[in-house]
T-cell receptor, first 112, second 117 residues
Framework: LAKTTQPISMDSYEGQEVNITCSHN???????ITWYQQFPSQGPRFIIQ???TKVTNEVASLFIPADRKSSTLSLPRVSLSDTAVYYC?????????????FGQGTTLQVKP | NAGVMQNPRHLVRRRGQEARLRCSPM?????VYWYRQLPEEGLKFMVY????????ESGMPKERFSAEFPKEGPSILRIQQVVRGDSAAYFC???????????????FGQGTRLTVV
């Protein structure tokens, strides 16, 4: 069972870089690491996924060390609109029927 | 391609009534997932359906809740004899393939906010 652990909350200021780290010690060989973002009163939205090393898109970067037991979501120069809950997910391999299981997530509060 | 459409956006029901929540997946998506989110809590998986089949209902309460995804039309989450504790946001997601492995992107709707009075 690849359970994830991430901080419950984080505060930041506009213009800063924010790094949210997630631990997934029991990640399976074929598992990808995925991050979702949820704004208040909206459904979650896929941000980024990766398997190893570094992945970057227009929204964020994802850093994954060689042992893959953790990952770090990096948001460059956050703005007030980045205030949201960020979920780290690692899909179960054997026995999973194919569904996303969300933990508590990290509530990011960006202040002016 | 329109996104996942859920309706109604807001639903108010009296205790004991039935609530029907509808979800139209994105075009070409045959996999549908329902989640419930209580105030100030995370998303809880309820049920996973593929056209005309329930794949995984391990998160569904044993009584009063049912879901379907017919060959034609939207997926329906039905709650019978609603109680105050059913008040929550219900989100639907869809994907063209079952999530897993390299495929971890599902598309979520805006949700239906159910209030039981």
């Amino acid at each position: 069972l690849a359970k994830t652990t991430q901080p419950i909350s984080m505060d930041s200021y506009e213009g800063q870089e924010v790094n949210i780290t997630c631990s997934h010690n029991n990640i399976a060989t074929n598992d990808y690491i995925t991050w979702y973002q949820q704004f208040p009163s909206q459904g979650p939205r896929f941000i980024i996924q990766g398997y190893k090393t570094k992945v970057t898109n227009e929204v964020a970067s994802l850093f994954i060390p060689a042992d893959r037991k953790s990952s770090t979501l990096s948001l460059p120069r956050v703005s007030l609109s980045d205030t949201a809950v960020y979920y780290c997910l690692v899909l179960l391999e054997a026995g999973n029927t194919g569904k996303l299981i969300f933990g508590q997530g990290t509530t990011l509060q960006v202040k002016p | 391609n329109a996104g996942v459409m859920q309706n109604p956006r807001h639903l108010v029901r009296r205790r004991g009534q039935e609530a029907r929540l509808r979800c139209s997946p994105m075009k070409g998506h045959s996999h549908v997932y329902w989640y419930r989110q209580l105030p100030e809590e995370g998303l809880k998986f309820m049920v996973y359906l593929q056209k005309e089949n329930i794949i995984d209902e391990s998160g569904m309460p044993k009584e009063r809740f049912s879901a379907e995804f017919p060959k034609e039309g939207p997926s329906i989450l039905r709650i019978q004899q609603v109680v105050r504790g059913d008040s929550a946001a219900y989100f639907c997601a869809s994907s063209p393939l079952a999530v897993g492995g390299w495929n971890t992107e599902a598309f979520f709707g805006q949700g239906t906010r159910l209030t039981v009075v």
